[in-house]
Nanobody, 129 residues
Framework: QVQLVESGGGLVQAGGSLRLSCAASIRTFSNTFSTYYMGWFRQTPGKEREFVTAISRSAESTYYADSVKGRFTISRDNAKNMMYLQMNSLKPEDTAVYFC??????????????????WGQGTQVTVSS
């Protein structure tokens, strides 16, 4: 129903910035991009995928992990079926594969991994020390 593709990952020096993008392809007659809550998660080898940030359907609400609050900003453009993650003041601890995700439940718990139905393939972010 939904295909998600992340882009924008790469190498960056500590203190630098990076902008990730997530492009959504909607394959249903009844749903649009605004049907879906969107979120970003990240994962490092040997660890479980962890919540980073999420944004509600009309962007009226956003949620951030404490570790990224004040440094990362999530946004979406429903007309373009796009979601973004602006990452500033990057730290080596931010190094991970970043995944975008979409959830269509009527009632969402945006911080919970299993609330999301669709996932992108991930994009690598590496922050050098």
């Amino acid at each position: 129903q939904v295909q998600l593709v992340e882009s924008g990952g790469g190498l960056v020096q500590a203190g630098g910035s990076l902008r990730l993008s997530c492009a959504a392809s909607i394959r249903t007659f009844s749903n649009t991009f605004s049907t879906y809550y969107m979120g970003w998660f990240r994962q490092t080898p040997g660890k479980e995928r962890e919540f980073v940030t999420a944004i509600s359907r009309s962007a009226e609400s956003t949620y951030y992990a404490d570790s990224v609050k004040g440094r990362f900003t999530i946004s979406r453009d429903n007309a373009k079926n796009m979601m973004y993650l602006q990452m500033n003041s990057l730290k080596p601890e931010d190094t991970a594969v970043y995944f975008c995700a979409a959830g269509s439940r009527a009632t969402m718990m945006p911080l919970r991994l299993y609330e999301y139905d669709y996932w992108g393939q991930g994009t690598q972010v590496t922050v050098s020390s």
